[in-house]
């Protein structure tokens, strides 16, 4: 019987980037930390930080702080105790440093963005944008679940902690960056009260209807694990009630949609096999596959 992990794979042998391919590879048919290596080593460019549509939504060569993210998760994914991942960080964070806006976060994105397509929420025309919490804390909450030690971290963390602690996050995006720093910085205490402070805004902005349709924000989304720091907000019965909702949703040529407009056929493509990767990661994260 064909499997939902075997469509997956079909759809992303015909559509998928190489990255995807060698991440399904990974998680799923025993492929190698070194073969997704290679693969994410061509997005890196000579200035250290990632770039070449990492991030698929905006098509710019140059690196772009979301990219920084994306490459992170990736060395997450197969481990930072390999000696080619720490070859890649250090350059990263020497770049990160380059950008960093005052107060010590990185933008949002930055004006090279507009050198090449690119979807509109991702445009920008200050030519000196200001730091933001995303992708800021993702990166800074990466970096420090693997211990690593870099100038620009420190500076990044207290930014981190006084938009965290003081300000009114709004945005469902810079709430799940937010999490994945308070699930891995240091100081735990810390972490667990500006949790609680961050609470009823992550409840705000998650549907309550499983089927809600366009693009919304889903509880899964700000829990993929079972380990996940939000996973406390939500009940059994709606996390088992999401993941049926997302087995569901599998395309009949095997890979998951994505909820928003994109620059090209192929950057949909592209998009959904990043998605369709995630949903699988999620999916056995829970026990579903």
């Known amino acids: 019987m064909t499997t939902i992990l075997d469509t997956a794979w079909t759809f992303l042998q015909c559509?998928?980037?190489l990255l995807e391919r060698r991440l399904f590879a990974f998680h799923?048919?025993?492929?190698?930390?070194?073969s997704v290596?290679?693969?994410?080593?061509?997005?890196q460019n000579d200035d250290g930080g990632f770039g070449h549509a990492l991030e698929p939504d905006k098509r710019t060569a140059a690196s772009q702080p979301i990219d920084q993210e994306v490459a992170l998760r990736v060395m997450d994914q197969i481990g930072f105790d390999q000696m080619a991942v720490q070859a890649m960080i250090g350059p990263l964070c020497d770049w990160l440093a380059t950008v960093t806006a005052a107060g010590g976060g990185v933008p949002f994105t930055l004006p090279t963005v507009m050198d090449a397509p690119?979807?509109?929420w991702w445009g920008t025309d200050?030519?000196?944008p200001p730091a933001n919490i995303n992708p800021t804390a993702s990166i800074a909450g990466l970096l420090h679940k693997h211990g690593a030690h870099h100038a620009w971290l420190p500076r990044a963390t207290d930014y981190c902690w006084r938009?965290?602690?003081t300000a009114e996050i709004d945005d469902p995006h810079g709430l799940v960056a937010a999490l994945v720093f308070l699930q891995h910085v240091p100081e735990r205490a810390r972490a667990e009260r500006a949790f609680g402070r961050l609470s009823a805004h992550i409840l705000k902005h998650v549907t309550p209807e499983v089927a809600a349709q366009g693009y919304v924000h889903r509880p899964l989304e700000f829990a993929p694990t079972p380990n996940s720091i939000g996973r406390p907000l939500f009940s059994d019965a709606l996390i088992a009630a999401n993941l049926d909702y997302l087995m569901?949703?599998?395309q009949a040529d095997g890979g998951w949609p994505i909820a928003w407009?994109?620059?090209s056929a192929a950057n949909e493509y592209e998009y959904r096999g990043v998605v369709t990767l995630g949903a699988l990661k999620t999916l056995a994260a829970y026990g579903r596959i």
């Open 15 to 17: 559509n998928g980037r």
């Open 28 to 34: 799923f048919r025993r492929g190698s930390s070194a």
């Open 37 to 43: 290596l290679t693969a994410l080593k061509a997005y």
């Open 118 to 120: 690119h979807a509109p």
């Open 126 to 128: 200050d030519p000196q």
């Open 163 to 165: 938009v965290i602690e």
């Open 248 to 250: 569901a949703q599998q």
């Open 261 to 263: 407009p994109t620059v």
